[in-house]
């Protein structure tokens, strides 16, 4: 694939490689605004309640749970993982994990209806059929969860740690979507991030999903890892299309050795360079597209029919930690160590470590190590960045501005940012709001830089640590 080769073949998304290659650059992936990397340590479990207190007590919520052990490191993983072949530190983990979940019950009191569910590690599936089930008795002892037919409940499985007969019994459990972590199919790239999964393993977790009813099959690829190419990438691909999962993440791999120090196990002259890794995203693109999936936004891809695509094509598609979701406006009560919650006009974190996370519970108090508390400013450009991801455009008349100030004007200055882009040909800029072309929906998070307060506020002298990935 030439890498100055235009691709334009679904009316969602167009790839130019010499764009993306110009104007790639460092920025937030916006799961979150502010992004977690604002948090401070001055918002703990007082602010917290303040925030439960000021959310309607009817609203729906969402609950994500984080498992943190692994059996085994792969080496590109950024996520905060334990790994450990000792069973019995889940154990200890989910003696205080129900003491949390107690505590969030107490405060959420009223059992509130659960709408939405996500277990994410680490790997879940460390934990034991019964103790699975023991931890979602718990979590329904304390909340009451929709109907099967209604809620989103998902689970993050590694396929090398499953059976059918497993994946049977989480759709027994309760859950109703699943993704398996892929990455890649090809031998050599596997051995080279400690990650041996075969495709007939995986294709077995793949299909017992479907016979067992899971309403949704997702799966995760990543290029840019070591000893990938353009031409070892295209079979991983082949098979992905042929599986025709219900969704589709490919992520760009950001080798960060300074912040995961399991990346320091990769070698760095494995890694393909620019041009390929931005041939391998054209590659992708091009596959799926053909395929018939729809490009919803970043690095999301689902078929036409798929809750995602219907979301999207209704203008209520959302954004929130775990990434696009029909479920991300209800608030988000997060478990588990280091877990990041979205209640309200706030966003809190848990402690990181086992350590502190158990020292916090072993006081009787929430774990909350830091958070935010968004101001006026803050909620209005969470909407206008929420909007723009995943609407692809910017309606002002649905902003909530000071009285008597216009969009244009209390944004005069973001603007003026965006006007090199808008003659890049990545984006139009109106009357009444922004619209996001074809050609620089792959580069949506640059348009949401020039919206980022904070990412403009005066530099401390001095170097700046190394924050986020490449926008591409």
Same mark, same amino acid.
């Given at each position: 694939?030439?890498?100055?080769?235009?691709?334009?073949?679904?009316?969602?998304?167009?790839? $130019?490689?010499?764009?993306?290659?110009?104007?790639?650059? @460092?920025?937030?992936?916006?799961?979150?605004? *502010?992004?977690? $990397?604002?948090?401070?340590?001055?918002?703990?479990?007082?602010?917290?309640?303040?925030?439960?207190?000021?959310?309607?007590?009817?609203?729906?919520?969402?609950?994500?749970?984080? &498992?943190?052990?692994?059996?085994?490191?792969?080496?590109?993983?950024?996520?905060?993982?334990?790994?450990?072949?000792?069973? $019995?530190?889940?154990?200890?983990?989910?003696?205080?994990?129900?003491?949390?979940?107690? @505590?969030?019950?107490?405060?959420l009191s009223g059992r509130?209806?659960?709408?939405?569910?996500?277990?994410?590690?680490?790997?879940?599936?460390?934990?034991?059929?019964?103790?699975?089930?023991?931890?979602?008795?718990?979590?329904?002892?304390?909340?009451?969860?929709?109907?099967?037919?209604?809620?989103?409940?998902?689970?993050?499985?590694?396929?090398?740690?499953?059976?059918?007969?497993?994946?049977?019994?989480?759709?027994?459990?309760?859950?109703?979507?699943?993704? !398996?972590?892929?990455?890649?199919?090809?031998?050599?790239?596997?051995?080279?991030?400690?990650?041996?999964?075969?495709?007939?393993?995986?294709?077995?977790?793949?299909?017992?999903?479907?016979?067992?009813?899971?309403?949704?099959v997702s799966v995760d690829?990543?290029?840019?890892?070591?000893?990938?190419?353009?031409?070892?990438?295209?079979?991983?691909?082949?098979? &992905?299309?042929?599986?025709? *999962?219900?969704?589709?993440a490919v992520y760009n791999?950001?080798?960060?050795?300074?912040?995961?120090?399991?990346?320091?196990?990769?070698?760095?002259?494995?890694?393909?360079?620019?041009?390929?890794?931005?041939?391998?995203?054209?590659?992708?693109?091009?596959?799926?597209?053909?395929?018939?999936?729809?490009?919803?936004?970043?690095?999301?891809?689902? !078929?036409?029919?798929?809750?995602?695509?219907?979301?999207?094509?209704?203008?209520?598609?959302?954004?929130?930690?775990?990434?696009?979701?029909?479920?991300?406006?209800?608030?988000?009560?997060?478990?588990?160590?280091?877990?990041?919650?979205?209640?309200?006009?706030?966003?809190?974190?848990?402690?990181?470590?086992?350590?502190?996370?158990?020292?916090?519970?072993?006081?009787?108090?929430?774990?909350?190590?830091?958070?935010?508390? !968004?101001?006026?400013?803050?909620?209005?450009?969470?909407?206008?960045?929420?909007?723009?991801?995943? $609407?692809?455009?910017?309606?002002?008349?649905?902003?909530?501005?000071?009285?008597?100030?216009?969009?244009?004007?209390?944004?005069?200055?973001?603007?003026?940012?965006?006007?090199? !882009?808008?003659?890049?040909?990545?984006?139009? &800029?109106?009357?009444?709001?922004?619209?996001?072309?074809?050609?620089?929906?792959?580069?949506?998070?640059?348009?949401?830089?020039?919206?980022?307060?904070?990412?403009?506020? *005066?530099?401390?002298?001095? *170097?700046?640590?190394?924050?986020?990935?490449?926008?591409?």
């Open positions: 694939m030439s890498s100055a080769r235009v691709i334009a073949l679904t009316p969602s998304v167009e790839f $130019d490689a010499a764009l993306v290659r110009k104007l790639n650059q @460092m920025g937030p992936r916006y799961t979150s605004y *502010p992004t977690a $990397d604002r948090f401070d340590g001055g918002f703990g479990a007082q602010q917290y309640r303040a925030a439960v207190a000021g959310v309607d007590p009817a609203a729906p919520l969402s609950l994500y749970v984080h &498992i943190p052990f692994c059996a085994s490191l792969c080496y590109y993983c950024g996520c905060n993982k334990i790994i450990t072949q000792d069973r $019995d530190k889940a154990v200890e983990y989910l003696d205080y994990l129900y003491r949390e979940i107690a @505590m969030q019950g107490s405060l509130r209806r659960v709408d939405q569910l996500h277990f994410g590690g680490g790997t879940p599936t460390y934990l034991s059929d019964e103790q699975m089930g023991d931890l979602l008795a718990t979590l329904r002892g304390q909340f009451e969860f929709a109907p099967d037919a209604e809620g989103e409940f998902s689970i993050e499985v590694d396929p090398r740690t499953v059976t059918p007969a497993r994946i049977a019994t989480l759709r027994s459990q309760g859950f109703n979507r699943i993704s !398996l972590g892929i990455q890649d199919f090809d031998p050599a790239v596997q051995e080279a991030v400690n990650r041996i999964q075969s495709y007939e393993q995986t294709m077995e977790v793949l299909q017992a999903a479907r016979d067992c009813g899971f309403r949704s690829l990543i290029y840019g890892l070591p000893l990938q190419s353009v031409a070892s990438f295209g079979p991983t691909l082949d098979k &992905i299309v042929a599986a025709r *999962p219900d969704r589709v791999y950001a080798h960060m050795p300074q912040l995961f120090k399991s990346q320091r196990l990769i070698k760095a002259e494995d890694l393909p360079d620019a041009d390929t890794k931005l041939a391998m995203l054209g590659l992708c693109i091009e596959r799926l597209t053909e395929a018939g999936y729809v490009y919803i936004g970043m690095d999301h891809f689902a !078929l036409p029919d798929d809750d995602l695509a219907r979301s999207q094509r209704e203008g209520k598609l959302q954004r929130n930690f775990q990434g696009y979701s029909t479920h991300a406006d209800a608030p988000m009560v997060a478990l588990g160590v280091s877990a990041i919650s979205a209640v309200g006009a706030s966003y809190s974190q848990n402690e990181k470590t086992l350590s502190a996370y158990y020292e916090r519970l072993d006081r009787g108090e929430l774990p909350i190590a830091r958070g935010i508390e !968004l101001s006026a400013d803050d909620l209005l450009r969470r909407a206008v960045i929420g909007q723009l991801m995943c $609407d692809f455009e910017l309606d002002y008349a649905s902003l909530t501005l000071p009285d008597g100030v216009a969009a244009a004007d209390y944004f005069a200055a973001e603007l003026e940012r965006l006007k090199p !882009l808008e003659e890049e040909g990545l984006l139009c &800029i109106g009357s009444k709001g922004l619209r996001v072309k074809m050609r620089g929906r792959l580069l949506i998070r640059n348009i949401c830089m020039a919206f980022d307060r904070y990412l403009h506020a *005066p530099r401390v002298e001095g *170097p700046q640590p190394v924050r986020y990935s490449r926008t591409i």
